[in-house]
């Protein structure tokens, strides 16, 4: 599968686009070809090293050859010296990009995933050519998943009922394939500065896992919409590998290490509290839990450990307790908050 379309890369740069990518432990050669593409389609990107072990400047251009300073060869990388989660991470990256001048959009990106040529282009003419009474919070593409090759379904919003819809195909160019749909991934998003302003970013207490999420429902409270560029594509993974269920094969589970439980239970009963959402949706997001905790207790591994996490993550969720938790311990360690972030004062 070759993600490269020539026609599309006609199409150019986009030079008010800053691509914030942030990498943790990632792939470097996967990392530097998200880079090199990355350069191809935004004016600059802010990589953020969220406390890697590996070296991430690796992975710039040039890297080993007494090359120009980073952010000549467009890419500024900011180290943190821990691991502050993705959300935090998003809201360092974000703020760097919006002191940039000229900067109109912001693109998020996982370090894992590569763009198809001419996404920024397809997205930011999606956010242009928009019509419709209510303003636009961000667009994003369809994800490609890189290991199977399937097209990502759609969640759509009909009527404060969620439904899900496989990809629509690629249709002519322009806004007229365009839809709205009720949630986006982070990865591929592509928000306008000023949205982000106004807005503010993620919620850095979430630490990962529905950061995006709450963002997108925050963002819909406040009377934006969300869209989904059919022609933009995404390759990504999602999740560490993706399993199927025999009986039900529609339904593709996204395989993570147990500690990801935790914060999938305690981060969805967070944003019951922390986000105005339809009963429909609240309903959605817990059965999601109930099918979840039904799958990985019955036919996944490392049972007994995924039980104590779903249960800490219930009890904190329950009890708002938030950060990062501290490892071998219960217990959670608070996160810098960022000026972009919701819980800072404002």
């Known amino acids: 599968m ?5 026609a599309a890369a006609a199409r150019g740069r986009c030079d008010d686009v800053t691509a914030v990518v942030v990498a943790y432990d990632p792939d470097v050669e996967a990392l530097r070809q998200l880079l090199a593409e990355l350069l191809l389609q935004v004016r600059q990107v802010v990589l953020v090293d969220n406390g890697s072990g590996t070296d991430v400047a690796l992975a710039l251009p040039g890297a080993g050859a007494p090359a120009a300073a980073d952010d ?14 993705i959300a935090a991470a998003q809201n ?9 001048p000229g900067c109109g959009y912001v693109l998020l990106s996982d370090d894992d ?9 397809e997205l930011r003419d999606a956010l242009l050519q928009a019509d419709g009474p209510a303003p636009v919070a961000a667009a994003g593409p369809v994800t490609i998943d890189l290991r199977t090759g399937a097209a990502g379904a759609v969640l759509l919003d009909q009527q404060g009922r969620r439904r899900r819809s496989a990809a629509p195909p690629a249709g002519p160019a322009g806004a007229a394939g365009v839809r709205d749909v009720g949630f986006l991934i982070a990865s591929g998003t592509l928000i306008p500065a000023r949205v982000l302003r106004t807005l503010g970013g993620m919620r850095g207490e979430y630490f990962i896992d529905h950061v995006d999420t709450e963002w997108c ?14 022609r933009a594509r995404l ?3 999602l999740g560490e590998a993706v399993r199927r269920i025999r009986l039900l094969p529609s339904w593709p589970v996204p395989y ?4 990801r439980d935790y914060y999938a239970f305690r981060n ?5 509290r922390d986000t105005a959402i339809s009963v429909h949706w609240r309903f959605h997001q817990l059965l999601r839990l109930a099918r979840f905790a039904a799958y990985y207790l019955l036919l996944g591994d490392l049972r007994m450990q995924r039980v104590r996490y779903m249960w800490l993550g219930i009890r904190h969720g329950l009890g708002r307790v938030s950060g990062r938790l501290v490892a071998g311990t219960t217990m959670c360690e608070a996160i810098p908050v960022t000026p972009l972030d919701p819980a800072s004062p404002r």
């Open 92 to 100: 360092l990256g974000i703020e760097r990009a919006l002191a940039s």
């Open 72 to 85: 000549e060869a467009g890419i500024v990388l900011v180290r943190n010296g821990a691991n502050l989660g």
């Open 256 to 259: 993570h290490a147990p500690l």
């Open 268 to 272: 969805t009963l967070l944003m019951q």
């Open 113 to 121: 995933s590569l763009p198809a040529a001419g996404m920024v282009a």
């Open 2 to 6: 070759d993600p490269a379309d020539p």
């Open 217 to 230: 429902f925050r963002a819909r409270a406040a009377g934006y919409r969300l869209l989904l560029a059919p």
């Open 235 to 237: 390759y990504h993974r």
